[in-house]
């Protein structure tokens, strides 16, 4: 069958299967033979010849086509396709985007997460670079290892062969692109393709025509050496006891149950990585490019160089049996499961915050504290507080957390006592102050006489977004004596869980007016003010709703909606009676200042996607921008002609009226009619809506801005005048 590559794209995923040889085809020493297959390539593209790839060989099963023999070839069609859909910005499209994502590799991890990148990250195209390789290496989500992946550094040179190639080149009809002429149906580079079931050819085939037979995997390669440091008994847990833990945890993430072998040997060896990267920053520094070139074999190689083990001592590789030999125990209580379930990402995917929580579970089955529920609850409560709600985002501060914890631990063991008992007599450094603090608070009143206190802690910190930091909580339940009431704190906690939960993503932005108008709570960003979003992230959460949490005038602002609520509804709350509560707010608010128009127009806020303001002066009727982005030299609008302009719309016709949006501080924000026949602009001075006329006329709308219906009938007025 004569086909394409893109049609062949439309029936199957491509699967190149780990069996096969690394992609070779862009080797520097291949590089004329490089240069000369896409030469003819461009040739046939540009002067409509016939080019003819040859046959390739593959196995067909469930959509899915695993080459035999034409791997090079689809390689470098699957690599010249995403270079000419990056050119035309076409990896925009989600139909191409989606249909370069059916082309996979299983050679080495490695290359299949390259090409995931390459398509969902991608790169901004410049034709000026010499080297497209370039670009790609400087991206924040390339890691320096894959530098040591042959296939990946051979797809990197064959890009630079396309890009000298294609680069300067226009296309020879703007209509019909390069990409254009490349997928569709009368390309003329084609191939034969022959589906191994049409010759009943069997599988053992693939070893046979391969230059290579199947090389071990880097599992297999590390699990040679690392059983030599085990004894009989645990050698043969490798391919029993413990592969089976693994074993089913792939089985379970598999859509279809199947087994999965490949998986497998995958997370067990993403937990041996991982684990010596820990027992590593135990006692080494560690910095940024070591992290990016991190590979376990060859930390493996050089600790065992000599006599002086550290990442792979006696006492390392005892932590790590005991882990594999007890983390089963650990199935049925979910955090600590989910920890160990986090921890077998791959090293480029699992992040500092996931390394640490498992090194906190690490400590508890290093002490042998598995069985004693009480210590290890406590100590991974807290511990989980402390670690979620302190931002770890670099190799010092991953080191730094590392070894707080170990000494946490280690001194609180000297000292007979648990985590709670010794958060009182010690001071901690590294995690964030306020947390450590609020955690030491937390452990007086869960060990004082009331026992309440514990449940209603637990469940509070539990809610997803507050993520164990519910300091603000206890700040609003103060009662006059300065004493924490607990039936305050549980009222607020339920409350603000319950507005969180149903509130966020509400159409008509009920919480944030019902909140402005009790104050200003805007909170700010840089240049800007935000509404704040509900992103869960901890950056997101600091630079947001926490500024108004822990801050003391906007707590109280707060605190003042939330007893409003509490005043109206008995306890008695649900979202349709809240709902009522905070849009009985909202139509009561008359204070004439600029909230007054984001209270009473939700579309305002509607408008601003990211929910940021910028505000240029601290007065009653400042000079606000609506951001439909984050910066100014975006899309944006001003604040008072664009509350009116969405009023206008229900009165003039659409096709009369329009919003003349900024894009920069030096241009003009203004409601158009008529082409710019009638403009109405905000006079920042007089602090009135002012009309201009084309004839250059302008005229100062008198009448108080807040009035909105008089303003309105005077322009509707102006208008039938002609």
Known sequence: METTFWNILNEYEIEIPIIQRDYAQGRKSEEKIAKKLIEDIYNALSTEKPLSLDFIYGKTENQKLIPLDGQQRLTTLWLLHW???????????????????????????TSKDFCRKLIENGITYNSKVEKISDEIKNQNWFYLSWEYDPTVVNMLNMLDIIHEKFRDIRDIDPSHSFFDLLTNDQCLVRFYFLPMQDFSLPDELYIKMNARGKPLTPFENFKAGFSELLGKDNK????????????????????????????????FYNFFSNIALLF????????KKSIDTYDLQNVFDEDLKGNNKTVFSDNNVNRTIRVLDNIQNYKNDNRAWNYFIDFLKPHNEINYWERVRFYSLLIIIDNNNATDNKIKERWLRVTKNLINNTLIDDPEDFSKAIRLLKKLFKEAKKRNCDIYEYLDHTKIEFFYKEQVEEEKLK??????????????????????????????LFEMSKNNENEYDKNKFKQYSELMKLIFKNFKNNDEFLFERALLAKGDYLVQKGSNYSFCNYDESLRAKMDNWRKVFNDDKKRTILKDLLDSILTKCNDKYTKDIIGNIFKKIIKSYND???????????????????????????????????????RIYSQHAELYTYDLYRYLEDII??????????????????????????????????KKFEIVYQNGQTELLNTDIFNRDKIINQIKQKLNNG
């Open 280 to 287: 590593y920053v135990e006692t080494k520094d560690i910095d």
């Open 83 to 109: 270079y000419l859909a990056l050119k035309k910005n076409k990896l925009s499209d989600d139909n191409v985007k989606n249909k370069l994502k059916k082309f996979s590799y299983e050679v080495r991890l």
């Open 443 to 472: 452990a007086k009143l869960i060990c004082s006489n009331d026992k309440d206190w514990e449940e209603l802690i637990i469940n509070a910190e539990k809610f997803s977004y507050f993520d164990g930091q519910i300091g603000f």
């Open 592 to 630: 004439y200042n600029w909230r007054f128009f984001f209270v009473h127009n939700e579309n305002l806020l509607e408008y601003c996607s990211k929910k940021q303001i910028r505000k240029e002066k601290d007065d009653k009727l400042p000079i606000i921008y609506l951001l439909s982005k984050e």
């Open 236 to 267: 043969g847990k490798l391919d029993n006891e413990w592969l089976d833990i693994f074993w089913n945890i792939a089985k379970q993430e598999e859509k279809k149950n199947e087994l999965t072998p490949d998986k497998t040997e995958e997370k």
């Open 653 to 686: 016709n659409k096709d009369k009226l329009n919003y003349k949006f900024g894009y920069s501080t030096n241009e003009e924000c203004y409601i158009s009619i008529n082409d710019d026949k009638i403009k109405i602009n905000y006079n920042t001075e007089q």
